[in-house]
């Protein structure tokens, strides 16, 4: 199994914080994964994919964003989200000295949507994305849409949602996606939430989850 160890780099603003999983036999390419909003990057589901995709030859960092690092605990703040895209942007510098193939950049949830941000602003930072339980709107809210840098996104995108996440529902994610001009591919996990349902009986199969995303990879 691929091993992971603690990485830190504080060699520029803002410092890079997490676990690195080297693989055994590497495919050349390298994926930088962070977490949601009020998680940090040892949580369950992105440890999981970060192995699954370790064991089919990626290097994988999953790493914390600036708030977190700031902060112990709780959710980020309305001002961190800039700094937040900045930490997103030193961490893909720094994987691509660590990948010699593909670099791809992931998150879940609010990791997620900065990181897409990001790709929105600069498409030469990467090759494709993995947007697991992308926030569309706030619950209860669907006309406050987060899309309004989808049109300029043109870095490919793979977006792993649940069919019960009351943050987008199936319809309202494929219309999302329509506005995208890059290839996407959205993958449903039948009755999980917003944290996809890791680890109970109707949650996301991982495994099943990476083979997709390398098929749609190719």
């Known amino acids: 199994m691929a091993r992971a160890e603690p990485y830190f780099d504080d060699s520029a603003d803002p410092p890079v914080r997490g676990h690195l999983h080297r693989p055994e036999s590497t495919s050349g390419d390298g994926l930088a994964l962070t977490h949601g909003a009020g998680s940090d990057s040892g949580a369950p589901l992105l440890v999981a994919v ?3 995709l370790a064991a089919a030859g990626m ?3 999953r790493y914390d964003l600036p708030y977190r690092q700031a902060r112990a605990k709780g959710p980020p703040r309305p001002g961190d989200a800039a700094r937040d895209r900045e930490g997103i942007r030193r ?3 720094v994987m691509r000295g660590m990948a010699s193939g593909r670099l791809l950049l992931g998150g879940h949830s609010y990791g997620g949507r900065q990181t897409s941000m990001v790709a929105a602003e600069d498409p030469s930072l990467g090759d ?3 947007l697991q339980s992308y926030p569309l709107h706030p619950p209860g809210r669907p006309e406050q849409l987060r899309t309004a840098h989808l049109p300029n996104l043109r870095m490919r995108a793979f977006f ?3 069919t ?4 987008g529902t199936p319809e309202e994610m494929q219309a999302a996606l329509e506005l995208i001009p890059a ?3 959205l993958y449903l996990v039948r009755d999980a939430g917003h944290d996809l ?4 009986k109707h949650g996301v199969d991982v495994v099943a989850m990476v083979q997709e995303f390398l098929k749609f990879l190719g």
């Open 91 to 93: 961490v893909a510098a």
């Open 50 to 52: 970060a192995e699954a």
């Open 183 to 185: 290839e996407t591919q």
């Open 128 to 130: 494709a994305l993995l």
């Open 59 to 61: 290097t994988v960092l």
């Open 164 to 167: 019960r996440d009351n943050f």
């Open 160 to 162: 792993v949602q649940g």
């Open 197 to 200: 349902g890791f680890g109970r």
